[in-house]
T-cell receptor
Framework: SAVISQKPSRDICQRGTSLTIQCQVDSQVTMMFWYRQQPGQSLTLIATANQGSEATYESGFVIDKFPISRPNLTFSTLTVSNMSPEDSSIYLCSVYRGENEKLFFGSGTQLSVL | KQEVTQIPAALSVPEGENLVLNCSFT??????LQWFRQDPGKGLTSLLLIQSSQREQTSGRLNASLDKSSGRSTLYIAASQPGDSATYLCASGGGADGLTFGKGTHLIIQP
C-alpha cells in the first residue's frame, strides 16, 4: 500500500480566494494524480503531475484555475484559484503503487466555498 | 473516451445475503480494472485490482470478475455484514491517463 498524507482535510473558504492543497507520499513516485469529486458525483481527473515538467490537464480544467506544483518525487500541491461555490467538492490526490499500478488515494480535502 | 457505468445506483439488503454489483465500460482496451470502497467523509480504499489479462481476483469475502469482451466487471460480496455499508466504485484505465470512475453503488446492509 501507499501512505499518502493530504492536507487540509477540510476548509471553508470565501468566494474569490484561493486554497492550496498539499499531498505528501511516503516514497518516490513518477506520477501523481489530482481528482475532484463534486457532490453526488463520481471522481473526475483534473490533471497528472509529473516531476520536472508541466502538469497535464484534462479537458475542462486549466492551469490558471488549478495550478499544480511538483517540486520533487514525493510532494505535490494543487491550488484552487479564484474560488466560487461551484468549486465546492472533495479534492483527492492519488498515486500508483506496484507493478500492477494499483491506485491509492489520500484522505481527501473537503472544500466548501461560500 | 472511456465511460464507466455502475448498476444499481443504490442497493439495500438484509445482513447475510450474497450480492453482486455491476460495472460496465465502453473501451475494452483497458490496462486494469479496480474496485474501491468509499466511506462517508473518508478517502477511497482500494479493494481489488484485475489486470487486463486476468479474469478475476479474490480477497476474503470479495470476488471481482472481468470480461473484457463484453465490457463488464462484477463485484461479488458474500455473506454481507453491516460493516460492508459504503459506496463501491469501479474504475478502469491505467498508465498516464489515470482511471475513469463510475458513479458508484451506494450499498446499505440492514442489521
Amino acid at each position: 500500500s501507499a501512505v499518502i498524507s493530504q492536507k487540509p482535510s477540510r476548509d471553508i473558504c470565501q468566494r474569490g480566494t484561493s486554497l492550496t492543497i498539499q499531498c505528501q507520499v511516503d516514497s518516490q513516485v513518477t506520477m501523481m494524480f489530482w481528482y475532484r469529486q463534486q457532490p453526488g458525483q463520481s471522481l473526475t481527473l483534473i490533471a497528472t503531475a509529473n516531476q520536472g515538467s508541466e502538469a497535464t490537464y484534462e479537458s475542462g480544467f486549466v492551469i490558471d484555475k488549478f495550478p499544480i506544483s511538483r517540486p520533487n518525487l514525493t510532494f505535490s500541491t494543487l491550488t484552487v484559484s479564484n474560488m466560487s461555490p461551484e468549486d465546492s467538492s472533495i479534492y483527492l490526490c492519488s498515486v500508483y503503487r506496484g507493478e500492477n499500478e494499483k491506485l491509492f488515494f489520500g484522505s481527501g480535502t473537503q472544500l466548501s466555498v461560500l | 473516451k472511456q465511460e464507466v457505468t455502475q448498476i444499481p445506483a443504490a442497493l439495500s439488503v438484509p445482513e447475510g445475503e450474497n450480492l453482486v454489483l455491476n460495472c460496465s465500460f465502453t473501451d475494452s482496451a483497458i490496462y486494469n480494472l479496480q474496485w474501491f470502497r468509499q466511506d462517508p467523509g473518508k478517502g477511497l480504499t482500494s479493494l481489488l485490482l484485475i489486470q487486463s489479462s486476468q479474469r478475476e481476483q479474490t480477497s476474503g469475502r470479495l470476488n471481482a470478475s472481468l470480461d473484457k469482451s463484453s465490457g463488464r466487471s462484477t463485484l461479488y460480496i458474500a455473506a454481507s455484514q453491516p460493516g460492508d455499508s459504503a459506496t463501491y466504485l469501479c474504475a478502469s484505465g491505467g498508465g498516464a491517463d489515470g482511471l475513469t470512475f463510475g458513479k458508484g453503488t451506494h450499498l446499505i446492509i440492514q442489521p
